[in-house]
């Protein structure tokens, strides 16, 4: 099973609105990243949130981190168009690692 | 020009080939990765090598054979291909095995008919 689940599956918003995903996972963690992932591309690195951390913010991104509830929530504030992608949470339990990555959000951000 | 890219970007083959894949990043980064995504989008490893030496090799069938000839260079082998091959193939590379953000090539995609 994966380490990390997305939640919702799928989302469509109009341009504009915020669209917020949360990640579960189920181990301990070192880190907890996000990637997107446009149509027929690969993977681009938003955001990683270290496990003593709670929340970060990037730009238009912002993701908070939850141990005692093993989840993690990304926030994406004014969606564009262009933010139409599915999202993925990856997550990385110790230093060296591997990134375990969790089924994705497909968002849909209509004009 | 493209950080980590790999050849073929559509690979279309019978059952029972033998085909490559072949992934090559111009970032200097020590860690490469093979990643197999299935038709549902998970995303899962399969190989990773760090400075050309393999450090990670997932529950693989043998068929499956990754090649380092550098750390530039991480390529993939696959043996007897079967229908359940069919995925879209992803490489990626990290700094450093202890670095955490990973640069993903665009992806191959194989199709096994």
């Known amino acids: ?111 | 020009d493209t950080a980590v890219s790999q050849t073929p970007k559509y690979l279309v083959t019978q059952m029972g080939n033998d085909k490559s894949i072949k992934c090559e990043q111009n970032l200097g980064h020590d860690t490469m990765y093979w990643y197999k995504q299935d038709s549902k989008k998970f995303l899962k490893i399969m190989f990773s090598y760090n400075n050309k030496e393999l450090i990670i090799n997932e529950t693989v069938p043998n068929r499956f054979s990754p090649k380092s000839p550098d750390k530039a260079h991480l390529n993939l082998h696959i043996n007897s291909l079967e229908l359940g091959d069919s995925a879209v193939y992803f490489c990626a590379s990290s700094q450093n095995r202890d670095h955490y953000g990973y640069t993903f090539g665009s992806g191959t995609r194989l199709t096994v008919v």
């Open chain 1, 1 to 111: 099973s994966q380490q990390g689940e997305e939640d919702p599956q799928a989302l469509s918003i109009q341009e504009g609105e915020n669209a917020t995903m949360n990640c579960s996972y189920k181990t301990s963690i070192n880190n907890l990243q996000w990637y997107r992932q446009n149509s027929g591309r690969g993977l681009v690195h938003l955001i990683l949130i270290r496990s003593n951390e709670r929340e970060k913010h990037s730009g238009r991104l912002r993701v908070t981190l939850d141990t005692s509830k093993k989840s993690s929530s990304l926030l994406i504030t004014a969606s564009r168009a262009a933010d139409t992608a599915s999202y993925f949470c990856a997550t990385s339990k110790a230093a060296g690692n591997k990134l375990t990555f969790g089924g994705g959000t497909r968002v849909l951000v209509k004009p």
